[in-house]
Nanobody, 116 residues
Framework: QVQFVESGGGLVQPGGSLRLSCRASGSIFGIAAMGWYRQAPGKQRELVAT???????NYADSVKGRFTISRDNAKNTVYLQMNSLKPEDTAVYYCNVVKVSRSLYWGQGTQVTVSP
């Protein structure tokens, strides 16, 4: 199993910034990619951004140019820098790990609220 420690969520005004972090531990061998997904009330969970062991990244169109995903392989930690936040970014953000075996693991989620 993979355990996660997520942090960095909170309440921020529109136009503000937050930085999420997620440290994975436990059965962390063979990680192919790490990423962030989010789920707003009444909506399905959606991709925000992913990053492979190297530098290949993928972003949802809605966050391109505003969010940046990065990864510290030595610390098994993935970060999400979120700038120019909008009310529609309000959601629970989930850390995600995909292994080479295609096993999928999820963090417990951290709430991000963008409101005046």
């Amino acid at each position: 199993q993979v355990q996660f420690v997520e942090s960095g969520g909170g309440l921020v005004q529109p136009g503000g910034s937050l930085r999420l972090s997620c440290r994975a531990s436990g059965s962390i061998f063979g990680i192919a990619a790490m990423g962030w997904y989010r789920q707003a009330p009444g909506k399905q969970r959606e991709l925000v951004a992913t990053i492979t062991g190297g530098t290949t990244t993928n972003y949802a169109d809605s966050v391109k140019g505003r969010f940046t995903i990065s990864r510290d392989n030595a610390k098994n930690t993935v970060y999400l820098q979120m700038n120019s936040l909008k009310p529609e970014d309000t959601a629970v953000y989930y850390c995600n790990v995909v292994k080479v075996s295609r096993s999928l693991y999820w963090g417990q989620g951290t709430q991000v609220t963008v409101s005046p």
